[in-house]
């Protein structure tokens, strides 16, 4: 009941409402009390009521309506990446790359088995780290960093805001913003400030406006951003990282996912004197989401803090999955098919762009592994009647982190592993669910 909703601070109302979830006593779906009402109750100010309810909202256990109220939510309300579970329409939303394309590990894996690793030993392989610090000290301009690797950039991204935020600090995000990016600072506790992405990447004035908000972390995918596909242009990464000169100590965390699919060039917004970086390199897209692991460039300090945030749990990842990974990276064959793999990705991705501009629909392809494609009218309406059709299609929705009382014009579309027929199908059926 919600007049059992107890407490005095922000803390203690929020960890109220928590138990009362946990316990049953409050559903999925209930209707918090209004902030005034509840504040008028418990005799507290409003404003703690307030920072209750956003304390519950970054964590994902309640939304805002509007003036429908807050709400405890039915479902996690941040959408996950992948095949959606219990459909029968054909999904072309799961963000995945084509497992035909995926270099076969069976050769490499009977070379990887050695000497065992016990506690204590160096966590990184020293192949690895070599082959990782020439692979990104091209396009890192510090000519000091550390190389640590974790199970993943998402891994990374956790650990990182871990080691350097509080609950409740602000986090600048691209918007639209991959849904990994959002999960993890929500689920963090942080708060999510939205940057607008243009056609030349995060936006000046956008990132000025997060700073002058005190953000302490900023999330960027300077190369094929996800779900736009934009990538940073010179003369954007000069403008930025002339800005983020004033702003030394901010942590800058880059998400450069696709790197080695990219045929565009890095374009980084850590300048030579930054202070807080880290440049994370994972090999899902390439070798497949299987292969848990991601390269992290960071400054000294950062590399000593998140080396304290990994010795809690997972000290190190997995030096048979390292060898692995670097077997894979220095076969010639297996670079000739990661290079294969992302014309392929490319090619697929802007003929089925050709596709929908002949039907009228503009859609342009820049970069990355899915298909952003703008629509007259909102997703979600395209996206109900492409059900119907048998298609089953992500909106731009979850991508966003700006008003949610405003529907999205977008789809995101995953299409690299159609045939021409089933590609020449969906185009025909979206042209047709606009009208």
């Given amino acids: 009941m919600n007049d059992e909703i107890t407490g005095t601070t922000a803390a203690d109302i929020a960890t109220s409402v928590r138990e009362l979830r946990d316990r049953g006593v409050l559903r999925p779906g209930a209707a918090l009390p209004p902030v005034?009402?509840?504040?008028?109750?418990?005799?507290?100010?409003r404003n703690t009521t307030v920072a209750a309810y956003r304390q519950l909202a970054q964590a994902g256990l309640v939304v805002s309506r509007g003036r429908a109220g807050t709400m405890l939510v039915e479902h996690d309300v941040v959408a996950q990446e992948g095949y959606a579970a219990d459909t029968v329409l054909r999904d072309v939303g799961t963000g995945n790359p084509d497992p035909r394309l995926i270099p076969d590990p069976t050769p490499v894996l009977a070379?990887?088995?050695?000497?065992?690793?016990?506690?204590?030993?160096?966590?990184?392989?020293?192949?690895?780290?070599?082959?990782?610090?020439?692979?990104?000290?091209?396009?890192?301009?510090?000519?000091?960093?550390?190389?640590?690797?974790?199970?993943?950039?998402?891994?990374a991204v956790e650990r990182l805001l871990a080691q350097a935020l509080m609950r409740d600090d602000a986090v600048a995000l691209e918007d639209p913003c991959f849904l990994a990016s959002i999960?993890?600072?929500?689920?963090?506790?942080?708060?999510?400030?939205?940057?607008?992405?243009?056609?030349?990447?995060?936006?000046?004035?956008?990132?000025?406006?997060?700073?002058?908000?005190?953000v302490r972390a900023i999330i960027c995918t300077p190369?094929?951003?996800n779900p736009t596909g934009v990538s940073l242009s010179p003369a954007r990464a000069v403008a930025l990282r002339a800005l983020l000169a004033e702003h030394p100590?901010?942590?800058?965390?880059?998400?450069?996912?696709?790197?080695?699919?990219?045929?565009?060039?890095?374009?980084?917004?850590i300048g030579p004197d930054h202070k807080r970086f880290a440049l994370l390199r994972s090999v899902s897209?390439?070798?497949?989401?299987?292969?848990?692991?991601?390269?992290a460039a960071t400054d000294p300090e950062t590399a000593e803090r998140l080396a304290m945030r990994l010795s809690p749990g997972t000290t190190w990842v997995s030096h048979l999955?390292?060898?692995?990974?670097?077997?894979?990276l220095e076969d010639d064959g297996v670079r000739v098919a990661i290079r294969s793999a992302g014309t392929h990705y490319a090619e697929r991705n802007e003929a089925f762009a050709e596709q929908l501009r002949a039907h009228g629909i503009e859609t342009r392809y820049v970069d990355g592994m899915n298909l952003w494609v703008e629509l007259p009218i909102p997703a979600r309406t395209v996206s109900e009647r492409l059900m119907r059709r048998g298609w089953l299609v992500r909106t731009g929705d979850g991508f966003s982190l700006t008003n949610a009382e405003t529907p999205s014009r977008h789809l995101r579309l995953t299409v690299h592993d159609l045939t021409a027929d089933e590609a020449e199908q969906l185009v025909t059926d979206i042209a047709g669910a606009v009208r």
């Fill in 285 to 295: 897209k390439f070798l497949g989401p299987d292969m848990c692991l991601a390269v």
């Fill in 111 to 155: 070379t990887v088995a050695g000497r065992p690793v016990l506690y204590g030993e160096p966590v990184i392989d020293t192949g690895l780290e070599a082959w990782a610090r020439e692979w990104i000290s091209p396009d890192l301009p510090a000519a000091d960093f550390h190389i640590t690797v974790t199970s993943g950039a998402v891994d």
């Fill in 183 to 214: 999960h993890t600072v929500r689920l963090g506790g942080y708060r999510a400030v939205p940057v607008p992405v243009d056609d030349e990447g995060m936006t000046v004035e956008g990132l000025r406006s997060a700073l002058d908000a005190g």
């Fill in 249 to 269: 100590y901010v942590l800058l965390i880059e998400d450069d996912h696709f790197s080695m699919l990219s045929s565009r060039g890095y374009e980084s917004l």
């Fill in 223 to 225: 190369r094929a951003q």
């Fill in 321 to 328: 999955l390292q060898r692995l990974t670097l077997g894979l």
């Fill in 36 to 45: 005034r009402e509840l504040a008028a109750r418990l005799g507290v100010n």
